[in-house]
């Protein structure tokens, strides 16, 4: 991977091919240098996390400077291919030679790529469904555990009103369904798509208190704050402490 370099003592990454943010404790976020030439070198000595368990592509690492621990998100500045791929997981694999396990989450780097899959009926309507020669009967097992149901027309013109480009109206869901194994999603555009609940990497809290859940490689689920509890979020926090451990 270009400007991402590995040995025994640490890593150092180019800020060509790198963008990137650092925080110190109780900042707020700054941009680094933009300068081509210049390089950021970590420690293995100082580094106390890395992570991809966020947003695909950025990596999120903790490191000491001696005076407090710091946070630095980079992001590369073009998608990463199999080969860049191979090349973080190498990363990886040396982090957890020095590293807490704990402490090390390969996130997106290791996690398949998914698609989400389309599917026509809510489980409590396949319930309803009377077996035939020509249709399987539902899944016993397949039980409804959450249900997140639509916006009211004020709520939907305050998320319109609150939406950006991290956070775009149109991925806002309609409706969410948990079962025992599927997340099932109807989109703003009525087409209703599921995805494995066991396929869950990662999950993401705004300031705004909005939660992003992460699945596979790319795909995010975004479920903005309510004023309620939201039964879904329940579930999909616990699935996070089951598969991820605490984030």
Known sequence: MDGLQIDDDGFSITHDFWRWLWWAPGDTPRAGDAEASS??????RDVVRLDATGPFPTLDVRYHTGHDVRRLA????????AADLDRLRSLFDRAREHLEPSEVRS?????????????????????AVMASPYRQAPDEHEQVRAIRTPPGPYESLLQWLDSSPER????????????????????????RVRV?????????RTDDGDRAYYYGRRLR?????RDDACPVVWALDRDCLRIVGAD
């Open 74 to 81: 980079i992001t590369p500045r073009r998608s990463p291919t």
């Open 39 to 44: 390089r950021t070198r970590l420690e293995w």
């Open 107 to 127: 996130g997106w780097v290791t996690a398949p790529d998914l698609e989400w899959e389309p599917f026509e009926r809510w489980p409590e309507e396949e319930e």
């Open 221 to 225: 689920l975004l479920l903005p704050l």
């Open 168 to 191: 775009p109206w149109l991925e806002h869901p309609r409706r969410v369904v948990v079962t025992d194994r599927y997340v099932c999603v109807e989109r703003r555009d009525r087409r």
């Open 196 to 204: 494995d609940r066991d396929r869950l990497r990662g999950r993401r």
